[in-house]
């Protein structure tokens, strides 16, 4: 099973948090001003399950405001394992450690890009805790390679138990970061990305930092119908607070997305919106810890 080593990996700096940021550059959207800003508190940590979440999801936010911290969670690889899943067809890398070194080395730029910097932890992609190889699938016709994934992600998900793999290990790193605010994923489509929402979610219970969540992109924009069933799960268990879209300032996202080069051709196949989704405003929500304080296990 996936290994919760809370060991940091810093990619560039240690992990004092010393970035200060000048009052918010964004504007609201037209039409939604009256919507709250999103202003999180210094300093704060983006949480992203895998090597471009945070980039793709927030680097409109990321780009108005420098020195911001982002923890990748799922940035480790089994070692001695050589594999044939998503990311060594992406990398072209069949030895995990080296898929995964390759991906970091496209954080660092995409992050450079947008004026961040990231700290990773060895959490394990949840393609790692498949045992099955798949080597085919590079063979099959788009129909079947759609249904392939269909599949294991449904096998994924039974696979990987709610958070309880990565709860430890991120635990210990917002510990050792000392945030006042973390950013984490709403949780959509990918059970990584359910898992590291749900324990952000399950730690802000008995945390001193503010929760807020991001719309995962592109997973938002290629299944709305589950971005509307995430958030109905999500207001059963805590009060969520929309706040007003971030828009771009620039293209320094869209250019810090294509810094993911062993990432960007792949997504584009299966969602074809992705550089829509990429140019469209960021959409962020505060969390209200209820009286159950995100105790629930999905
Ligand atoms: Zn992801």
Same mark, same amino acid.
Request: proline share 7%.
């Given at each position: 099973?996936?290994? +919760?080593?809370?060991?940091?990996?810093?990619?560039?700096?240690?992990?004092?948090?010393?970035?200060?940021?000048?009052?918010?550059?964004?504007?609201?959207?037209?039409?939604?001003?009256?919507?709250?800003?999103?202003?999180?508190?210094?300093?704060?940590?983006?949480?992203?399950?895998?090597?471009?979440?945070?980039?793709?999801?927030?680097?409109?936010?990321?780009?108005?405001?420098? &020195?911001?911290?982002?923890?990748?969670?799922?940035? &480790?690889?089994? !070692?001695?394992?050589?594999?044939? &899943?998503?990311?060594?067809?992406?990398?072209?890398?069949?030895?995990?450690?080296? !898929?995964?070194?390759?991906?970091?080395?496209?954080?660092?730029?995409?992050?450079?890009?947008?004026?961040?910097?990231?700290?990773?932890?060895?959490?394990?992609?949840?393609?790692?805790?498949?045992?099955?190889?798949?080597?085919?699938? +590079?063979?099959?016709?788009?129909?079947?390679?759609?249904?392939?994934?269909?599949?294991?992600?449904?096998?994924?998900?039974?696979?990987?138990?709610?958070?309880?793999?990565?709860?430890?290990?991120?635990?210990?790193? *917002? !510990?050792?970061?000392?945030?006042?605010?973390?950013?984490?994923?709403?949780?959509?489509?990918?059970?990584?990305?359910?898992?590291?929402?749900?324990?952000?979610?399950?730690?802000?219970?008995?945390?001193?930092?503010?929760?807020? *969540?991001?719309?995962?992109?592109?997973?938002?924009?290629?299944?709305?119908?589950?971005?509307?069933?995430?958030?109905?799960?999500?207001?059963?268990?805590?009060?969520?607070?929309?706040?007003?879209?971030?828009?771009?300032?620039?293209?320094?996202?869209?250019?810090?997305?294509?810094?993911?080069?062993?990432?960007?051709?792949? *997504?584009?196949?299966?969602?074809?919106?992705?550089?829509?989704?990429?140019?469209?405003?960021?959409?962020?929500?505060?969390?209200?810890?209820? +009286?159950?304080?995100?105790?629930?296990?999905?």
């Amino acid at each position: 099973m996936g290994r +919760t080593s809370p060991t940091l990996n810093d990619g560039r700096t240690a992990l004092a948090l010393t970035a200060t940021h000048g009052p918010s550059q964004h504007r609201a959207m037209s039409g939604t001003t009256h919507l709250p800003v999103f202003e999180p508190a210094d300093p704060v940590c983006f949480v992203s399950p895998h090597l471009d979440d945070v980039v793709m999801s927030c680097g409109h936010y990321l780009t108005a405001h420098p &020195g911001m911290t982002v923890l990748t969670v799922l940035a &480790g690889a089994p !070692a001695r394992r050589v594999h044939a &899943g998503w990311n060594a067809k992406t990398t072209g890398q069949r030895y995990a450690p080296d !898929a995964l070194q390759a991906r970091r080395a496209e954080d660092v730029q995409a992050l450079n890009t947008v004026g961040a910097r990231p700290v990773w932890l060895d959490g394990l992609d949840a393609e790692y805790l498949v045992i099955r190889r798949d080597a085919t699938a +590079t063979n099959l016709a788009a129909r079947a390679a759609r249904a392939l994934v269909a599949r294991r992600l449904a096998w994924m998900r039974a696979r990987r138990p709610e958070g309880q793999q990565v709860t430890p290990a991120l635990h210990d790193a *917002l !510990a050792a970061l000392r945030p006042n605010s973390v950013v984490a994923p709403l949780g959509l489509h990918h059970p990584d990305h359910a898992a590291v929402s749900n324990a952000c979610l399950r730690l802000a219970a008995q945390a001193p930092w503010r929760c807020y *969540l991001y719309e995962d992109v592109p997973y938002a924009h290629a299944f709305p119908g589950e971005r509307r069933r995430r958030l109905r799960q999500l207001e059963r268990r805590v009060m969520l607070r929309a706040l007003a879209p971030v828009p771009a300032v620039d293209d320094r996202k869209q250019r810090a997305a294509r810094c993911y080069d062993s990432q960007l051709e792949h *997504l584009r196949t299966g969602l074809p919106r992705l550089d829509e989704a990429l140019a469209e405003p960021e959409r962020y929500w505060t969390v209200e810890l209820g +009286t159950d304080r995100g105790r629930g296990s999905s």
